[in-house]
C-alpha cells in the first residue's frame, strides 16, 4: 500500500508564493518519477514540473519555467513544488503523481488527492 499526502495550497494574491508538498510513504522499493500536475476549470490536466529518473534535470511546463521549482531532497520520499511569482492563470487544483516500484517488485502510478490553489487580489 502507498499513500501520497499533499499539502501547502491555499489562497495567495498575484506576485505571491507557495510551497506546495507531496509527501510519499508506504511499501515503496524505489520511487522513479515525480511530477506535478494541475487542472483549472474547465481545462485538462496539465504537467507542470517533473523529476523523472533518466534525465538531465527538472522539466517544466514553459508557462511556470523561472517562477516554479521542483524538488526532492536527498533521502527524502516527499517532492515539494516552490510557486512564485504567482499569478491569476496559476489557479488551479495540483496533483501529485508518483511513479515507483513497491516492495513486490511490481510498477505502481500514484496520485495525491490534490490540493487547491487560488491567486487572485
Known amino acids: 500500500q502507498v499513500q501520497l499526502v499533499e499539502s501547502g495550497g491555499g489562497s495567495v494574491q498575484p506576485g505571491g508564493s507557495l510551497r506546495l508538498s507531496c509527501e510519499v510513504s508506504?511499501?515503496?522499493?524505489?520511487?522513479?518519477?515525480m511530477t506535478w500536475y494541475r487542472q483549472a476549470p474547465g481545462k485538462e490536466r496539465e504537467l507542470v514540473a517533473g523529476?523523472?529518473?533518466?534525465?538531465?534535470?527538472?522539466d517544466y511546463a514553459d508557462s511556470v519555467k523561472g517562477r516554479f521549482t521542483v524538488s526532492r531532497p536527498a533521502g527524502e520520499t516527499t517532492v515539494y513544488l516552490q510557486m512564485d511569482s504567482l499569478t491569476p492563470e496559476d489557479t488551479a487544483v495540483y496533483y501529485c503523481?508518483?511513479?515507483?516500484?513497491?516492495?513486490?517488485?511490481?510498477?505502481?502510478?500514484?496520485w495525491g488527492q490534490g490540493t487547491q490553489v487560488t491567486v487572485s487580489s
Open positions: 503523481n508518483v511513479n515507483l516500484i513497491n516492495t513486490t517488485f511490481n510498477w505502481g502510478d500514484y
Open positions: 523529476l523523472r529518473s533518466g534525465t538531465s534535470g527538472p
Open positions: 508506504g511499501s515503496i522499493f524505489s520511487i522513479v518519477h
